[in-house]
Each structure stands twice: as C-alpha cells, then as structure tokens.
C-alpha cells in the first residue's frame, strides 16, 4: 500500500510538471465547452420551434431541454476521451522504459503490483481533476433550469463518463508498456480505441446473428449509453469492470516479462 | 554479505553470464573489471531483483535475490548505468521520491534526502531541475539515488563512465569514503579504477569469472614477482632445473612449459611479495651448467591478466555481442 502510494504521488508530481498533462487537459475542456455551447445552442433552437408548433396546433410542449443537453454532452465527451486518454496514457510506462527508470522502479522495494497500481490510480486521479471543470456546465445547466433536472441523470453520466475514463486508461496504460517509444504507444492506442469505438459497425452481420451482437456488446461507446439516460445497468458495469481489470492485469504481465525476456 | 554460487544466466542461446562464484564480505569494496558485454551488468541486474538468474544462486544479507526480492531490495543501492533520473523533477523532489519508493520512513525522510545530497555533494543544486545539471552532476544524482535509503549494499555499474578526469576523482573518493559502512561493487572496463578503488577484483570475460583475488595482492609493488626464464636445460634436464628453482629461498612455485620440440624450455617462477630473485635465479641455474637464454620479470598482475582477456577480444566480440546490447539497453 505504502508502494503504490509511493509511485501514485511521483506520477502526480511528474504530470503537474509535464506540459502533456496541461495540453491534454486544455485541449480536452476546451472541446467539450464547445461542444457544450453547440449542444446547448441546438437544443434551445429546437426546443423554440416545438413550442412555435405546440402553440401554433395545439399539442402539448414535451421537450426536456436540460435532459437533451445533458445526454449529449456526456455522449460527445465520451468521445472526446477516445482522443485525448492516449495523450496521458502514452508515456506512462514507455517513457520510462526509455529512460532506464523501470529499472529504478523495479529495483525499489515495491511489488509490480504497487507500479502498475500506483500508475494507475494516478492516471486516473488526473482525468478526474481534468473532468472537475465540466461541472461547472452543469451548474450553469442546473442554474438555468426550471424545474431542476432529475439528479440521477448527473450522476449516472457521471459515473458512466469516469468508467468509460477508467477502462480506457487501463488499456492505454497496457499499451505503454509494450513499446520504448510514447509515438508508438500512442499509435497503437489510437488505433484499439476506434477498434473499440467502431467494431460494432465492423462486426454488424445480420440481425439476430451472433458477430452482431459480439460486436454491439464490445463496442465502447455503446456501453456509455444507458449510463447517459440514467440508467446504471449490471452488463454495463461489468463491461466497464472488466476492461479495467484487463488492462491492469495484462500490465502486470508485461512488467513480469520485461523481467524475464529483456533488459 | 554477498554470496554468489553458481549463477548462469541465459538470453536465448547466449550465455551472459555463466556458473560465476564469488563472495563479498562486509564493509568490502568488490571491482567487477572485463570489457564491454563481459557479463557485469547481467550480474549486477540478477543482485538488484531486477532480472531472475537461470540457474544458481545469489544471497544478499542472507536473502535469495529471487525468493525474498524485496527484501533484498531494500537492502540494495543501485545506480544502473545510465542514471535513472527524472529530468523534469528538480533533485531535491525526485530523492524525495526515490525515498519513498525506497520505503523510507516519513520520520527519517527529509534527513536521508540532505545526507544524500551531502554525500554527493549536490546539495547547492537541490532546487535545479535535473535536465539543467551536467553530466557529472546528473551522475552524482544518481549516486546520490543509490545511498538514499541508507543501503548496506552499494551496486554501481560503471559509475565513472562519461564523467571528466575531475569528476571520476570525485567520484572515486566517494565511493572509497562510503566502504566500511557499506559493502560495494561496482563494475569498470577501466583497469586502474580497479586498483584505485577497490579491495578485491573479480575480472569477468564472455561471462565466466576468470580471476578473483585482492587488488593488493594484483598491484604493483605488494603483488610477488614473477621471474621468466628461457634456459636449455643442462644435466638432470628440465626436473633438475625444477628443483634447483623451487629450492631457492623466496620461491613459492615453478611452472615449466616446453613451447617448441627445440629443448627449450620455459619457466615461470613464482616469488613471494617483496623479493626481487633474478640474479639469484639467474646465479644458480647458470652455476648448475642449464643455459641462460632469457630472463625477465613480469608480475601477477590485474594488468596481466586483464590484458590476456581483452587481447581475446577480437575473436570475443562476436560471441559476446548479443549480451552487449542487451546491456546498452537501459
């Protein structure tokens, strides 16, 4: 415990010295305040119309603009983290299998478990303080709205966003530790998150047939969804539960092997 | 302290380092001397936990390196050859780090990191990032990396490489001012490093360990002469001039080789520390009738043996290229 504690605060300290961490951070709010501004921006103009036919027939207005907001923010940021979660995951172990400072990890009196731990729980400690200042969209959102927004919509969105985060560092942490190079880290995640994203569409077959439903349970994003209506379902989380566990679990094996097999 | 029995460890089909034996006793300071790819690093990673050996075992403070790792680990300095630094961290917070991972406890944490830096004499520079030090300065943070949890047990693979003349002096003094307290051993190419340094030399070549003996013994001046002598033997023949020579007094032991089919034989004369036997050598076998062709001293030195196996070195090269890069690879 002390041991991951020790390897979670050197990645915190080298990732609030490290400009990957700020650009990565920075670039990531700055695309989802757009995408906030331009969701928002379509809802209200939408939502205008409807009330212009709603008066102008007679029908009920029945269009929940904060949910509409809300639903497609959480889904647009998802997607934004299939493009940014490589920037922080790249370097994680190959920048210090380049360095030679593996061997100083894993000469320390720690256990592999400690580093691969303590890696990630910092990574994820840092997408969370990246995440923090969406909230401030949502208090805006929950500001302006009348009446307030069902709660369980925020949380759900969040909870699903910080797993879908979480799974993806898991992953992209694994990916690291396979190369010296952070270019070819960073490619190789790139290219298994749209895998992840779109083997759906790559595996449809037809309906009922079983590659269809393969892809669909694989597809990343899709596990997203449900979260985003408010929706906490199990398949889901252990969807999301075992990726992580995955990811971790082949890290170990791969620290295991940098021991074995090379230098 | 250290124990090492048998240790064989293999890259594929290659034989980094192979059966090698030795011990290093407390407060001793062990060089690793052979050339590039010899095995030293390969050895120094199995001591420090970080590669498993194929067979054999290391012992340090009593404990397996493989089964009882982390003990062990934390027993155990080690400076690979490149520093394993941070350069984006400024010295002060990567010791700072270093010491945690060290597992070093909060209480004494502070302290360890100053007499670290005190030791490495980078204390000045303890606010500077790493990336803007010098080699030799980033160096010493590495040594100063190896001392901070205090370790019984000192492992530096080539610690002077790259350094200036000023700077390998420093860093010599260093590691001589830390022995007593510590044990250490550290690897070299450089031959006079070995003798200026160390207490005992270990001289690796393609993996098997090919001399091991204190450096006092192997030095100038303290190490026993060796007389060699080319003579054709006389009446009695070659057991006669034997025996002649082992009985002076000084001689601690003869070996003849007969090189050619020509009668000549060749004796190498072992003498005890601080004696110079030529002319008696020279005296007694001319007054026995052997004829004198050639007489000179040589010593048992580091340097003689060193130089027999880095004169291999060309036809070693190929044999022990895979181990080489697999120990530039940091």
Same mark, same amino acid.
């Given at each position: 415990m002390k041991g991951t504690y020790a390897v979670f605060r050197k990645e915190m300290s080298q990732y609030f010295v490290s400009p990957i961490a700020y650009v990565a951070a920075g670039v990531f709010l700055f695309l989802a305040g757009m995408f906030f501004q331009g969701i928002l921006a379509e809802a209200t103009e939408y939502s205008i119309r409807a009330a212009m036919q709603a008066s102008q027939f007679g029908t009920p207005f029945q269009i929940d603009v904060p949910g509409e907001v809300m639903r497609g923010f959480f889904g647009v940021t998802g997607t934004i983290l299939l493009f940014i979660i490589p920037m922080l995951t790249m370097g994680t172990y190959a920048e210090e299998r380049r360095r030679g400072t593996m061997e100083l990890l894993m000469t320390s009196p720690i256990t592999d478990l400690d580093i691969v731990m303590g890696k990630y729980l910092a990574g994820l400690a840092l997408f969370l303080i990246m995440l923090l200042p969406t909230m401030i969209q949502m208090v805006i959102l929950f500001e302006s709205s009348d009446p307030v927004p069902p709660w369980r919509l925020l949380v759900c969105g969040y909870l699903g966003i910080t797993l879908l985060g979480g799974s993806l560092l898991a992953v992209g942490q694994f990916l690291s530790s396979l190369t010296e190079s952070q270019i070819v880290a960073s490619i190789l995640t790139f290219a298994t998150f749209l895998m992840l994203w779109v083997i759906d569409f790559v595996l449809r077959g037809g309906a009922g047939s079983v590659t269809g439903a393969v892809g669909q349970y694989l597809s990343i994003l899709r596990h997203l969804n449900d979260f985003i209506r408010g929706v906490v379902d199990s398949s889901n989380l252990i969807y999301y539960a075992s990726l992580i566990v995955l990811g971790l679990f082949l890290t170990m094996r791969s620290l295991d092997s940098m021991r074995w097999r090379r230098a | 302290m250290i124990e090492v029995d048998s240790l064989t460890k293999q890259y594929g089909a290659v034989r #980094?380092? $192979?059966q090698i034996s030795f011990r290093v006793d407390k407060g001793e300071i062990l060089g690793f001397l052979g @050339?590039?790819? #010899?095995?030293k690093t390969t050895t120094m990673r199995i001591l420090t936990g970080f590669l498993p050996a194929t067979s054999g075992t290391a012992r340090v403070g009593g404990y397996?390196?493989? %089964?009882?790792s982390l003990e062990v680990r934390k027993r155990i300095g080690y400076l690979p050859e490149n520093p394993p630094i941070y350069p984006e961290m400024s010295v002060e917070s990567y010791l700072d780090a270093v010491a945690r991972l060290k597992q070093v406890p909060s209480e004494r944490r502070k302290g360890r990191v100053d007499s670290a830096m005190e030791m490495a004499r980078i204390t000045e520079k /303890?606010? %500077? *990032?790493?990336? /803007? *030090?010098s080699r030799g300065y980033k160096q010493r943070v590495g040594l100063a990396q190896a001392l901070v949890h205090d370790p019984e047990v000192i492992i530096l693979d %080539? @610690?002077?490489?790259? *350094? $200036?003349p000023k700077q390998i002096i420093e860093v010599r003094n260093l590691i001589k001012s830390l022995a007593g307290n510590h044990t250490i051993i550290l690897s070299t190419h450089i031959l006079p490093e070995v003798s200026m340094t160390c207490d005992r030399v270990v001289i690796i070549h393609q993996g098997r360990i090919v001399a091991n003996m204190p450096v006092d013994e192997g030095a100038q001046g303290k190490g026993g002469q060796v007389v060699v002598v080319e003579l054709k033997p006389g009446a009695g023949g070659a057991q006669a001039a034997r025996s002649l020579l082992e009985r002076i007094t000084g001689v601690r032991r003869v070996k003849l080789e007969s @090189? $050619?089919?020509?009668g000549r034989i060749q004796a190498r004369v072992e003498c005890e520390p601080g004696r110079d036997l030529r002319s008696r050598v020279a005296g007694e076998l001319v007054g026995q009738g052997h004829e004198l062709l050639e007489l000179r001293a040589a010593r048992v030195s580091l340097e003689e043996i060193f130089l027999q196996v880095t004169a291999q070195e060309p036809q070693g090269a190929a044999a022990t290229e895979a181990p080489a890069t697999t120990e530039a690879q940091p």
């Open positions: - | #980094a380092v $192979d @050339p590039n790819g #010899a095995g397996d390196v493989f %089964e009882k /303890r606010k %500077e *990032l790493i990336k /803007r *030090l %080539e @610690p002077t490489v790259g *350094l $200036d @090189p $050619d089919g020509t």
